[in-house]
C-alpha cells in the first residue's frame, strides 16, 4: 500500500500539471473566440484541452483507492465535524473518481454502451459535494480560530466581553487567514473550483472564460501544496 500511494502522489503532480494545461486552453479558447480569431485556431486549441482532459482521466486511475484510505483515516479524527465533513467529503471524492474511471472507459472504447452525458453530469454532482463539503471544513476550521484569537485578545486586554461589530469580526477573520497559509490557500482553492461543477451542471453559468480562470487558479494553488507540503492544509 505504501508503494501505491507514493506512485500516487506522483501521478496527483502530473495531474495538476495537466489541469493547469488543460484550463489554460479553456481560458484561451475564450479569449480567442472573443477576439474573433479563425476557426481552425480555435478547433485546434478545443482538441488540445480535450486531449488534456483524457490524459487526467488516465492518471486519475485508481484515485478512489486513495479517497477511500483517506476516508478511514478521517473517520477517527476527535472532532466530529472536522470527523463528518472530512469522511464524507473522501467518500464523495471516491465516487467521483469512480464515474470519471469509467468516462475514461468509455471515451478510450474499452467500455461501450455508456450514457457519457449522464455519467458526467453524476460525476460532476459528486464533485460538487464533495466541493461543499470542504468549504464548510474550511469555514469551520476558520470559527475555531477566530474564537481563540477573541478570547486570547480578551484575556490579554482584561476587558469585559462585548459583542464585536461586522468590521471587527471580517478584520479579525482576514487576520487569522492571514496567518494561516494552508488554509487560506485551500479555501480560495476550495472556492474557485466551486464554479466548476456549479457551471457544468447548469446551476450558475459563468461561462468558459470565468470556469477556464477559475480553474487554472486552484490549479497553480494546488501545485503549491504538493511543491511545498507545508501548504497542504491538514488532517
Same mark, same amino acid.
Request: glycine share 4%.
Given at each position: 500500500?505504501?508503494?501505491?500511494?507514493?506512485? /500516487?502522489a506522483q501521478s496527483q503532480a502530473k495531474e495538476?500539471?495537466?489541469?493547469?494545461?488543460?484550463?489554460?486552453? !479553456?481560458?484561451?479558447?475564450?479569449?480567442?473566440?472573443?477576439?474573433?480569431?479563425?476557426? #481552425?485556431?480555435?478547433?485546434?486549441?478545443?482538441? +488540445?484541452?480535450?486531449?488534456?482532459?483524457? !490524459?487526467?482521466?488516465?492518471?486519475?486511475?485508481? /484515485?478512489?483507492?486513495?479517497?477511500?484510505?483517506?476516508?478511514?483515516?478521517?473517520?477517527?479524527?476527535?472532532?466530529?465535524?472536522?470527523?463528518?465533513?472530512?469522511?464524507?467529503?473522501?467518500? /464523495?471524492?471516491?465516487?467521483?473518481?469512480?464515474?470519471?474511471?469509467? +468516462?475514461?472507459?468509455?471515451?478510450?472504447?474499452?467500455?461501450?454502451? +455508456?450514457? #457519457?452525458?449522464?455519467?458526467?453530469?453524476?460525476?460532476?454532482?459528486?464533485?460538487?459535494?464533495?466541493?461543499?463539503?470542504?468549504?464548510?471544513?474550511?469555514?469551520?476550521?476558520?470559527?475555531?480560530?477566530?474564537?481563540?484569537? !477573541?478570547?486570547?485578545?480578551?484575556?490579554?486586554?482584561?476587558?469585559?466581553?462585548?459583542?464585536?461589530?461586522?468590521?471587527?469580526?471580517?478584520?479579525?477573520?482576514?487576520?487569522v487567514l492571514h496567518h494561516n497559509p494552508p +488554509?487560506?490557500?485551500?479555501?480560495?482553492? /476550495?472556492?474557485?473550483?466551486?464554479?466548476?461543477?456549479?457551471?457544468?451542471?447548469?446551476?450558475?453559468?459563468?461561462?468558459?472564460?470565468?470556469?477556464?480562470?477559475?480553474?487554472? !487558479?486552484?490549479?497553480?494553488?494546488?501545485?503549491?501544496?504538493?511543491?511545498?507540503?507545508?501548504?497542504?492544509?491538514?488532517?
Open positions: 500500500m505504501d508503494s501505491w500511494m507514493r506512485f /500516487n495538476r500539471l495537466f489541469r493547469a494545461a488543460q484550463y489554460t486552453c !479553456t481560458l484561451l479558447g475564450y479569449t480567442v473566440h472573443k477576439a474573433g480569431s479563425g476557426e #481552425q485556431v480555435r478547433l485546434t486549441i478545443s482538441q +488540445l484541452e480535450g486531449h488534456m482532459s483524457l !490524459t487526467r482521466k488516465l492518471l486519475r486511475l485508481g /484515485n478512489s483507492v486513495e479517497a477511500l484510505e483517506a476516508a478511514k483515516r478521517s473517520i477517527h479524527l476527535k472532532d466530529s465535524v472536522l470527523r463528518l465533513c472530512l469522511t464524507l467529503s473522501h467518500l /464523495n471524492r471516491a465516487m467521483y473518481f469512480a464515474c470519471d474511471n469509467l +468516462l475514461w472507459a468509455s471515451k478510450t472504447g474499452l467500455l461501450f454502451r +455508456l450514457d #457519457q452525458h449522464k455519467w458526467s453530469q453524476r460525476s460532476f454532482r459528486y464533485y460538487l459535494f464533495t466541493l461543499i463539503l470542504n468549504l464548510v471544513r474550511d469555514m469551520y476550521e476558520v470559527r475555531l480560530l477566530m474564537e481563540s484569537e !477573541t478570547r486570547c485578545r480578551a484575556t490579554k486586554a482584561e476587558e469585559p466581553h462585548t459583542a464585536p461589530s461586522v468590521v471587527s469580526q471580517l478584520q479579525l477573520m482576514l487576520s +488554509l487560506l490557500l485551500d479555501l480560495i482553492k /476550495n472556492s474557485c473550483d466551486l464554479f466548476i461543477p456549479l457551471d457544468r451542471l447548469g446551476l450558475y453559468s459563468t461561462g468558459p472564460g470565468f470556469v477556464g480562470a477559475c480553474g487554472l !487558479t486552484s490549479s497553480i494553488l494546488s501545485i503549491l501544496t504538493i511543491v511545498d507540503p507545508w501548504l497542504k492544509l491538514k488532517p
